[in-house]
T-cell receptor, first 111, second 114 residues
C-alpha cells in the first residue's frame, strides 16, 4: 500500500525567498507523480506532472524533481510571492492512474 | 469554460436522506474519478471509471453508487447518508488510464450531513 508523506506540514516565508517542499513515498513502482496546489475552499490545480522516466520538470518558477528509486520528490519554488500561498499536494500515480495523495504542505508567503 | 464541473458546490442534508452529486467534463477524457477529502484534509480515491466501466472501487460502502451515463459524466449517488459522510467530494478526469496522463479536478462539493 502506497503511503505518502510531505515535509514540512506548514511553512511560512517572506516574499522573495526560494523554498523546497519535500515528498516521500513508500512504493517506488509508480508511473508518474503530480504536484497540485489547493487554495482554501477550492479545488486542486495541477502544477506539474513528472513521468517516471524523468528526473525533473519545470514550469515557470516551479521545478519538480523525482528520484523514483529512493521514493522522493521535491518541489522548488523560486522567488516566492504572496499569491503562492496555498496547500501543496504531491500524488504519485499507480495502476489505473490512481493518485495517492500526501498530507500536504501549507505554505504562507508574507509581504 | 470549466473543464471539470460539479454540482452542487454545497450540499447540506439530514441523516438518512439520499443525495446525488453530478460531475461533467468537457475535455474529451475517457477516465473519470471520485475522490473524498475528509475533515483532516486527507484526499483519497473512491472510484474510477474508464469509458463508462468501473475500474477502481476503493472499498467504499455500497451506500455510495457511481453512475456513468456516458464518458463525459460520472455522478455519485449516496443512500442513507450518515454523519461520517460529511466531507468534500472531488470529481476528476484524465485522458485515459495509461501512464503519464495528467488528472484534472473539479472545484469540489462540500457535503454536510446534520
Amino acid at each position: 500500500k502506497q503511503e505518502v508523506t510531505q515535509i514540512p506540514a506548514a511553512l511560512s516565508v517572506p516574499e522573495g525567498e526560494n523554498l523546497v517542499l519535500n515528498c516521500s513515498f513508500t512504493d517506488s513502482a509508480i508511473y508518474n507523480l503530480q504536484w497540485f496546489r489547493q487554495d482554501p475552499g477550492k479545488g486542486l490545480t495541477s502544477l506539474l506532472l513528472i513521468q517516471s522516466s524523468q528526473r525533473e520538470q519545470t514550469s515557470g518558477r516551479l521545478n519538480a524533481s523525482l528520484d523514483k528509486s529512493s521514493g522522493r520528490s521535491t518541489l522548488y519554488i523560486a522567488a516566492s510571492q504572496p499569491g503562492d500561498s496555498a496547500t501543496y499536494l504531491c500524488a504519485p500515480t499507480g495502476g489505473g492512474n490512481k493518485l495517492t495523495f500526501g498530507t500536504g504542505t501549507q505554505l504562507k508567503v508574507e509581504l | 469554460d470549466t473543464a471539470v464541473s460539479q454540482t452542487p458546490k454545497y450540499l447540506v442534508t439530514q441523516m438518512g436522506n439520499d443525495k446525488s452529486i453530478k460531475c461533467e467534463q468537457n475535455l474529451g477524457h475517457d477516465t473519470m474519478y471520485w475522490y473524498k477529502q475528509d475533515s483532516k484534509k486527507f484526499l483519497k480515491i473512491m472510484f474510477s471509471y474508464n469509458n463508462k466501466e468501473l475500474i477502481i472501487n476503493e472499498t467504499v460502502p455500497n451506500r455510495f453508487s457511481p453512475k456513468s451515463p456516458d464518458k463525459a459524466h460520472l455522478n455519485l449517488h449516496i443512500n442513507s447518508l450518515e454523519l461520517g459522510d460529511s466531507a468534500v467530494y472531488f470529481c476528476a478526469s484524465s485522458q485515459d488510464v495509461s501512464v503519464n496522463t495528467e488528472a484534472f479536478f473539479g472545484q469540489g462539493t462540500r457535503l454536510t450531513v446534520v
